[in-house]
């Protein structure tokens, strides 16, 4: 295996949200900016790199019968990690984020990674998987609470700094409600599908 070809699979192919349709749950919920969008993409890469990391490395001494409950021991280890820290060193992105954060541990991606990736690879190419899918994850949530922030307040700001400002303010602020983000995320995957379906048609 080639180690690019997996990390760009994982931003592509097995790309969490237009790929496997994985962790639409947070995705819809915490989308409404960029930034909300960067801190769950952090925690969530946080989690995915090291439960892949240490799935892989106690596959071969799991009894298959216990497979799955250890996985979310795993998971739930650097999920508590995530939380307390954020928790103590980010706490507006902590309360923004809300229930979102410890739901890490249930969260698709991460148990489906470690089941379908971690589980039968090696550390080396778990660790690439994760931060392939964790880069496409991470994209995913900017596009969408980009595209949600600016139709919905005219101005894109991160961190304190403002990235883009609309000099008019058309702003509709549905984009920022729950409406806004099945429409967001529908347009999109309409979009992928459509160039997916006229790359088949030309055969490639």
Do not use: W
């Not at 915490?30 to 952090?42: F, H, L, Q």
């Amino acid at each position: 295996m080639d180690p690019l070809s997996e990390f760009i699979r994982g931003i592509t192919r097995d790309n969490p949200t237009f790929g496997l349709v994985l962790g639409l749950c947070p995705t819809l919920a915490v989308s409404t900016s960029v930034e909300n969008g960067i801190g769950m993409a952090a925690g969530t890469a946080f989690v995915l790199i090291f439960s892949n990391l240490f799935v892989s490395l106690v596959r071969k001494v799991t009894p298959s019968e216990v497979r799955l409950p250890v996985f979310i021991i795993i998971i739930a280890t650097f999920v508590s990690i995530v939380d307390m820290v954020m928790k103590a060193f980010f706490p507006p992105m902590y309360a923004a984020l809300g229930v979102f954060i410890p739901l890490i541990v249930v969260n698709c991606i991460i148990i489906g990674r470690a089941e379908a990736y971690a589980s039968k690879n090696n550390a080396f190419y778990s660790v690439i998987d994760a931060l392939g899918v964790s880069t496409g994850f991470l994209l995913v949530l900017m596009l969408i609470g980009g595209i949600r922030e600016i139709l919905g307040t005219g101005q894109i700001v991160t961190f304190g700094h403002t990235l883009i400002s609309l000099p008019v303010n058309p702003s509709v602020t549905t984009m920022i409600l729950p409406g806004g983000a099945f429409l967001t995320i529908g347009i999109l995957m309409a979009i992928i599908n459509y160039q997916k379906e006229k790359k088949r048609v030309r055969g490639e």
